[in-house]
């Protein structure tokens, strides 16, 4: 399937998608899928990077900081609609994986680990002392009082522009899987040295697909502050962003765009599930425990698990 | 503000004597990391539970926290060499430590926290130590015990770990594992049982480095991961592989975020501090005393 | 006889109705009265929240011992926040469209509170809201209420009763040094502390914020020294308040009245942990033992948490949150019963003319859904021996300086000689 039809196909999925959850009553089930969605594109956005070339981002936290920050900037300084925002923030977003690439990228792929973490903790400290966008007061961001569509509430409204960045995030995921960028990135992934011998143009790859992961990362922010109405940086920077953005395509499967999907989808909902069930501190546990589990014993996740067994089947 | 004489003293002063507790607490990295090419971020995790054991122990029957973590101190040896084992069975054999092993110690340092969170909730846990709430004074200079001591006991730890390296046969076969896999095994040692105590020494100097922060300051579950940062910081700005060099970058560290502290306003110390890390990752990765 | 069997049918489906009616009145009634909420059980504010859950289960028990609300038995349906904003949307979404609960009451603090006011919004429902710093200067609700004690401009009622300390003292100081962690509560307070030098005249020597995860504040504590003001308000949280205070002791800091805005030795954990150290410092409380006899109820209601609060490990002393959240369910109480059922328009307006008899005394709310006026106490700590709780349950150990009404004594002046 070429990719401009796979990503009119992934657009009519999320139309329709979007369309007929309309009619489901409550409002709880948009606020949910709203988080999963959100959890979908971060670990889409962190399997461009992670996945397909082999380098660790940490700093994932921060990158969804860049977006939901950008969103409110823009907000404060021009009042502007959520779709400047948008692309605002995923620009920002974009430039800011460029410059922590450039900075780290030649170096092995563990400094650009711990960069990355070093670069969430030098954000939050930038956020928490600029006052323009809250500090750490935090910043209100006023949900608008006319919604578009005539949906009949904002959350409405964000559940669909979410279920659209996440199709745009999957057809960006699959064209660079199956482009010539992907398998340069498949090579820097198993053996570096070699890619740059055989003439990849490793380092330009790498910051490259380090922008558009980030970029991603960042649009998956910009709708952030629309939903809480309030934004502040310990929960912009949680580490429940950066540890889930890790573990969901590690679960679903690193290897292709499918992979974070599913993870995401499933473990995004068992997490909402056990949210309203069960005490929450056992979710983190939950979470981390998986990703440990799946880390030593399924490395490459449910897809792999798929694709062994599809492999036994084919006998 | 007057910059007086007093107050430029008392600031090398705390530099100093934090750079010391820094030390202790990235000494371990510096060798899992440095030496063994081991990335165990969850290192802070190890931190925090040497903390969380010297306070139920200081609780309970009053025990100088940093005597209990010394005696403990086996305990998290053997720890570290069976979690060193599990990275080396299911990763580093394989060859796919990089990103699954990264992943596979984040999941150990959320576990931690989160089973710490479970078992003693969220509140800041304190220990009464004799000295912590004692200052000395030199006229207008002050040296509080409670960073007094944990500094004295980190450097002797530090220096001790030195020694060890250089002078004893295992210390030295460490050091070798870090040079040369190879060669070492062609010359009839087990390169992976080296790794292995090394390791364990990591895990170890974590479970002390634990009781020297919480005489300093007061512990929860989730300041493990606001040291993350700093603890690499400490190592790749004085050179992956020294010790000796891990003791500069933890002096320099613990200097420039007293000054940032006194001088400009504490909000920017950490800034400074990873902002250090992000320099000499970008113009000289190998730090100050690299190989 | 056709008439007779009309008359009977007629009899019968009558008595049919009107036993239906009467059931359904009576399920009606039966029908529990279900009160939602999201609450900090993990997460950084955990201790409170869960300290606030007992406080409003003691209410819970006490009004169904009594036979509930309009009859109706009061039911809690509550999920874990995780002191978390992403949470909460879902929550209340949850609460309100799934679980279809009477009326909704806020978590603690900004954090939660704020981001489930559009959905509080949409719907015109009446929310009272535990300790949101400021929440409605955003939104401008006028169905929003607060229990918080700080009066209609809560940064300025605050540090109210520090900054008339201050200026009582003789001679009066001039100088001022201004210090907090990087954190909501800490900026709201600096910012209600500048306004208050400003009208008063202090110049402000000294204004700078730390990072919460902040290690040693003896540097920080020697940089204000160094400024030498006549006064010291310190905004903190826990950690820092005991590092800000510890710091204090050891650089002997030498002012003539630290504190005002430390959160944390109002809970036990820090009372104990700091001990003698406390002695001299000035800082808020919302009660103390030394003020009992002007609430009432107050100390039996104390006592019952303070049995239930060793069992499940939280604050053991009570007194800061729990006296309010029992409070707020009053309010609530007393509306409902007032306009005799649910409508949210009637209890907002209720809410809003008449003021409530509660455990903490009269509550009244202003325009903007804040207290009236303000009544954040401000003490004096001292007498404190050791490091048990038992000496803070009684009172004695600190001098409540303002309000007016409950003032037990005077400000020790300067604090580096008041230190015992």
Same mark, same amino acid.
């Given at each position: /399937?070429?990719?401009?039809?796979?990503?009119?196909?992934?657009?009519?999925?999320?139309?329709?998608?979007?369309?007929? !959850?309309?009619?489901?009553?409550?409002?709880?089930?948009?606020?949910?899928?709203?988080?999963?969605?959100?959890?979908?594109?971060?670990?889409?956005?962190?399997?461009?990077?992670?996945?397909?070339?082999?380098?660790?981002?940490?700093?994932?936290?921060?990158?969804?900081?860049?977006?939901?920050?950008?969103?409110?900037?823009?907000?404060?300084?021009?009042?502007?609609?959520?779709?400047?925002?948008?692309?605002?923030? !995923?620009?920002?977003?974009?430039?800011?994986?460029?410059?922590?690439?450039?900075?780290?990228?030649?170096?092995?792929?563990?400094?650009?680990?711990?960069?990355?973490?070093?670069?969430?903790?030098?954000?939050?400290?930038?956020?928490?002392?600029?006052?323009?966008?809250?500090?750490?007061?935090?910043?209100?961001?006023?949900?608008?009082?006319?919604?578009?569509?005539?949906?009949?509430?904002?959350?409405?409204?964000?559940?669909?522009?979410?279920?659209?960045?996440?199709?745009?995030?999957?057809?960006?995921?699959?064209?660079?899987?199956?482009? !010539?960028?992907?398998?340069?990135?498949?090579?820097?992934?198993?053996?570096?040295?070699?890619?740059?011998?055989?003439?990849?143009?490793?380092?330009?790859?790498?910051?490259?697909?380090? /922008?558009?992961?980030?970029?991603? /990362?960042?649009?998956?922010?910009?709708?952030?502050?629309?939903?809480?109405?309030?934004?502040?940086?310990?929960?912009?920077?949680?580490?429940?962003?950066?540890?889930?953005?890790?573990? /969901?395509?590690?679960?679903?499967?690193?290897?292709?765009?499918?992979?974070?999907?599913?993870?995401?989808?499933?473990?995004?909902?068992?997490?909402?599930?056990?949210?309203?069930?069960?005490?929450?501190?056992?979710?983190?546990?939950?979470?981390?425990?998986?990703?440990?589990?799946?880390?030593?014993?399924?490395?490459?996740?449910?897809?792999?698990?798929?694709?062994?067994?599809?492999?036994?089947?084919?006998? | 503000?007057?910059?007086?004489?007093?107050?430029?003293?008392?600031?090398?002063?705390?530099?100093?004597?934090?750079?010391?507790?820094?030390?202790?607490?990235?000494?371990?990295?510096?060798? %899992?990391?440095?030496?063994?090419?081991?990335?165990?971020?969850?290192?802070?995790?190890?931190?925090?539970?040497?903390?969380?054991?010297?306070?139920?122990?200081?609780? $309970?029957?009053?025990?100088?926290?940093?005597?209990?973590?010394?005696?403990?101190?086996?305990?998290? #040896?053997?720890?570290?060499?069976?979690?060193?084992?599990?990275?080396?069975?299911?990763?580093?054999?394989?060859?796919?430590?990089?990103?699954?092993?990264?992943?596979? #110690?984040?999941?150990?340092?959320?576990?931690?926290?989160?089973?710490?969170?479970?078992?003693?909730?969220?509140?800041? $846990?304190?220990?009464?130590?004799?000295?912590?709430?004692?200052?000395? $004074?030199?006229?207008?200079?002050?040296? =509080?015990?409670?960073?007094?001591?944990?500094?004295?006991?980190?450097?002797?730890?530090?220096?001790?770990?030195?020694?060890?390296?250089?002078?004893?046969?295992?210390?030295?076969?460490?050091?070798?594992?870090?040079?040369?896999?190879?060669?070492?095994?062609?010359?009839?040692?087990?390169?992976?049982?080296?790794?292995?105590?090394?390791?364990?020494?990591?895990?170890?100097?974590?479970?002390?480095?634990?009781?020297?922060?919480?005489?300093?300051? =007061?512990?929860?579950?989730?300041?493990?991961?606001?040291?993350?940062?700093?603890?690499?910081?400490?190592?790749?700005?004085?050179?992956?592989?020294?010790?000796?060099?891990?003791?500069?970058?933890?002096?320099?560290?613990?200097?420039?975020?007293?000054?940032? %502290?006194?001088?400009?306003?504490?909000?920017?110390?950490?800034?400074?501090?990873?902002?250090?890390?992000?320099?000499?990752?970008?113009? $000289?990765?190998?730090?100050?005393?690299?190989? | 006889?056709?008439?007779?069997?009309?008359?009977?049918?007629?009899?019968?489906?009558?008595?049919? &109705?009107?036993?239906?009616?009467?059931?359904?009145?009576?399920?009606?009634?039966?029908?529990?009265?279900?009160?939602?909420?999201?609450?900090?059980?993990?997460?950084?504010?955990?201790?409170?929240?869960?300290?606030?859950?007992?406080?409003?289960?003691?209410?819970?028990?006490? &009004?169904?011992?009594?036979?509930?609300?309009?009859?109706?038995?009061? @039911?809690?349906?509550?999920?874990?926040?995780?002191?978390?904003?992403?949470? &909460?949307?879902?929550?209340?979404?949850?609460?309100?469209?799934?679980?279809?609960?009477?009326?909704?009451?806020?978590?603690?603090?900004? +954090?939660?509170?704020?981001?489930?006011?559009?959905?509080?919004?949409?719907?015109?429902?009446? *929310?009272?809201?535990?300790?949101?710093?400021?929440?409605?200067?955003?939104?401008?609700?006028?169905?929003?209420?607060?229990?918080?004690?700080?009066?209609?401009?809560?940064?300025?009622?605050?540090?109210?009763?520090?900054?008339?300390?201050?200026?009582?003292?003789?001679?009066?100081?001039?100088?001022?040094?201004?210090?907090?962690?990087?954190? @909501?509560?800490?900026?709201?307070?600096? @910012?209600?502390?500048?306004?208050?030098?400003?009208?008063?005249?202090?110049?402000?020597?000294?204004?700078?914020?730390?990072?919460?995860?902040?290690?040693?504040?003896?540097?920080?504590?020697?940089?204000?020294?160094?400024?030498?003001?006549?006064?010291?308000?310190?905004?903190?949280?826990?950690?820092?308040?005991?590092?800000?205070?510890?710091?204090? +002791?050891?650089?002997?800091?030498?002012?003539?009245?630290?504190?005002?805005?430390?959160?944390?030795?109002?809970?036990?954990?820090?009372?104990?942990?700091?001990?003698?150290?406390?002695?001299?410092?000035?800082?808020?409380?919302?009660? &103390?033992?030394?003020?009992?006899?002007? *609430?009432?109820?107050? @100390?039996?209601?104390?006592?019952?948490?303070?049995?239930?609060?060793?069992?499940?490990?939280?604050?053991?002393?009570?007194?800061?949150?729990?006296?309010?959240?029992?409070?707020?369910?009053?309010?609530?109480?007393?509306?409902?019963?007032?306009?005799?059922?649910?409508?949210?328009?009637?209890?907002?307006?209720?809410?809003?003319? +008449?003021?409530?008899?509660?455990?903490?005394?009269?509550?009244?709310?202003?325009?903007?859904?804040?207290?009236?006026?303000?009544?954040?106490?401000?003490?004096?700590?001292?007498?404190?021996?050791?490091?048990?709780?038992?000496?803070?349950?009684?009172?004695?150990?600190?001098?409540?300086?303002?309000?007016?009404?409950?003032?037990?004594?005077?400000?020790?002046?300067?604090?580096?000689? +008041?230190?015992?």
């Amino acid at each position: /399937m070429s990719n401009r039809i796979f990503a009119l196909v992934a657009l009519a999925v999320a139309l329709a998608l979007a369309a007929v !959850t309309q009619l489901i009553p409550n409002e709880y089930f948009f606020s949910a899928a709203y988080t999963v969605l959100l959890f979908v594109i971060l670990a889409t956005a962190w399997n461009i990077l992670g996945g397909y070339t082999g380098y660790v981002n940490f700093g994932s936290a921060a990158f969804f900081a860049i977006g939901a920050y950008t969103t409110v900037f823009f907000y404060n300084a021009f009042k502007a609609p959520l779709a400047v925002g948008i692309v605002a923030g !995923t620009l920002v977003a974009g430039l800011a994986g460029l410059g922590l690439g450039y900075l780290t990228l030649r170096l092995r792929g563990v400094f650009f680990a711990i960069a990355s973490l070093a670069l969430a903790v030098v954000l939050y400290i930038f956020i928490v002392n600029w006052d323009y966008v809250g500090g750490a007061r935090g910043a209100y961001v006023l949900q608008p009082k006319e919604i578009p569509f005539g949906l009949p509430r904002y959350i409405h409204l964000i559940y669909a522009v979410q279920l659209v960045m996440a199709a745009f995030a999957l057809v960006v995921a699959r064209a660079i899987e199956h482009s !010539t960028l992907g398998r340069g990135l498949a090579a820097i992934r198993d053996d570096e040295l070699a890619a740059e011998c055989s003439g990849v143009p490793t380092l330009r790859l790498k910051i490259f697909s380090t /922008m558009v992961s980030c970029a991603l /990362m960042g649009m998956a922010g910009t709708t952030f502050p629309y939903y809480l109405s309030y934004i502040e940086p310990s929960s912009a920077f949680s580490l429940s962003y950066t540890v889930n953005s890790i573990a /969901m395509p590690l679960i679903g499967g690193m290897m292709s765009w499918m992979g974070p999907l599913i993870g995401a989808v499933l473990l995004g909902t068992v997490q909402q599930v056990v949210q309203v069930t069960v005490s929450s501190a056992w979710n983190l546990l939950i979470v981390g425990v998986l990703l440990v589990l799946f880390v030593t014993l399924a490395p490459n996740g449910i897809m792999g698990w798929v694709d062994a067994w599809r492999r036994r089947r084919g006998r | 503000m007057e910059v007086s004489w007093a107050l430029l003293a008392n600031a090398v002063i705390a530099g100093l004597l934090l750079g010391g507790f820094y030390a202790a607490m990235s000494v371990g990295i510096s060798i %899992s990391f440095g030496m063994l090419d081991v990335v165990n971020i969850a290192h802070p995790a190890f931190i925090i539970l040497g903390s969380y054991i010297a306070y139920i122990v200081n609780d $309970r029957f009053g025990l100088d926290p940093i005597v209990v973590s010394v005696v403990v101190s086996p305990l998290f #040896f053997v720890l570290g060499a069976v979690l060193y084992r599990v990275y080396y069975y299911c990763f580093e054999r394989r060859g796919q430590e990089s990103l699954r092993g990264l992943a596979f #110690f984040f999941g150990i340092l959320f576990i931690t926290e989160v089973a710490l969170v479970l078992i003693f909730g969220v509140d800041y $846990r304190m220990v009464s130590s004799r000295y912590g709430d004692v200052t000395w $004074r030199l006229g207008e200079v002050g040296f =509080p015990m409670r960073l007094v001591v944990p500094f004295l006991v980190a450097m002797v730890m530090v220096i001790g770990l030195q020694l060890f390296l250089t002078r004893t046969f295992f210390g030295r076969a460490v050091l070798a594992v870090a040079q040369d896999q190879l060669a070492l095994r062609l010359m009839g040692v087990n390169p992976v049982r080296v790794k292995e105590l090394a390791f364990a020494i990591s895990i170890a100097t974590a479970g002390i480095a634990g009781a020297f922060l919480i005489v300093i300051q =007061p512990v929860q579950p989730a300041i493990g991961r606001e040291f993350i940062g700093l603890v690499f910081a400490v190592c790749v700005l004085g050179g992956m592989g020294s010790i000796l060099g891990t003791l500069l970058g933890a002096f320099v560290l613990g200097l420039a975020e007293s000054f940032t %502290s006194t001088f400009f306003g504490p909000s920017w110390a950490p800034a400074v501090s990873f902002g250090l890390l992000l320099a000499t990752l970008a113009f $000289r990765p190998s730090g100050i005393l690299g190989r | 006889m056709l008439g007779n069997s009309v008359l009977s049918t007629l009899g019968r489906v009558l008595g049919a &109705v009107f036993i239906g009616l009467v059931l359904t009145g009576t399920a009606l009634a039966q029908q529990p009265l279900k009160i939602g909420f999201g609450m900090s059980l993990t997460g950084p504010l955990a201790g409170n929240g869960k300290a606030a859950l007992i406080a409003m289960e003691i209410w819970r028990d006490d &009004v169904n011992a009594k036979g509930g609300i309009l009859g109706r038995k009061v @039911e809690f349906v509550y999920y874990d926040d995780q002191t978390s904003p992403a949470t &909460v949307p879902s929550i209340y979404t949850k609460l309100l469209d799934v679980d279809k609960v009477d009326l909704v009451v806020s978590g603690y603090g900004t +954090n939660v509170i704020a981001p489930a006011m559009p959905i509080i919004m949409q719907r015109n429902l009446t *929310f009272m809201t535990l300790f949101g710093l400021n929440v409605n200067s955003k939104f401008s609700y006028d169905r929003y209420f607060q229990i918080m004690p700080a009066g209609p401009q809560p940064a300025i009622g605050w540090s109210q009763g520090f900054f008339d300390a201050a200026m009582g003292m003789n001679p009066k100081p001039k100088t001022i040094a201004l210090v907090g962690a990087d954190a @909501e509560y800490p900026a709201m307070a600096l @910012e209600g502390a500048r306004e208050h030098a400003k009208k008063t005249g202090l110049k402000i020597v000294y204004d700078k914020t730390y990072p919460p995860n902040t290690v040693d504040y003896s540097p920080i504590v020697r940089a204000i020294q160094a400024t030498n003001p006549e006064v010291v308000f310190v905004a903190s949280y826990p950690p820092d308040s005991a590092g800000m205070v510890r710091a204090a +002791n050891e650089v002997g800091l030498k002012t003539r009245m630290f504190g005002g805005g430390l959160v944390g030795p109002q809970f036990a954990a820090l009372k104990t942990q700091l001990g003698p150290l406390l002695n001299g410092v000035v800082n808020y409380e919302f009660y &103390v033992p030394d003020v009992s006899s002007r *609430f009432p109820f107050l @100390e039996q209601f104390l006592a019952k948490y303070q049995a239930r609060a060793v069992v499940e490990k939280v604050d053991p002393l009570g007194f800061y949150l729990p006296p309010y959240a029992y409070a707020m369910m009053q309010v609530l109480d007393q509306a409902i019963t007032a306009t005799k059922g649910l409508d949210q328009a009637k209890l907002a307006e209720y809410m809003h003319k +008449n003021t409530f008899d509660t455990y903490v005394g009269k509550v009244g709310f202003a325009k903007n859904g804040e207290w009236a006026a303000p009544r954040v106490m401000m003490t004096q700590y001292h007498g404190i021996t050791g490091n048990d709780v038992e000496q803070f349950k009684k009172p004695g150990r600190l001098t409540v300086l303002s309000p007016k009404e409950y003032k037990t004594g005077d400000l020790k002046a300067p604090y580096h000689e +008041n230190k015992k």
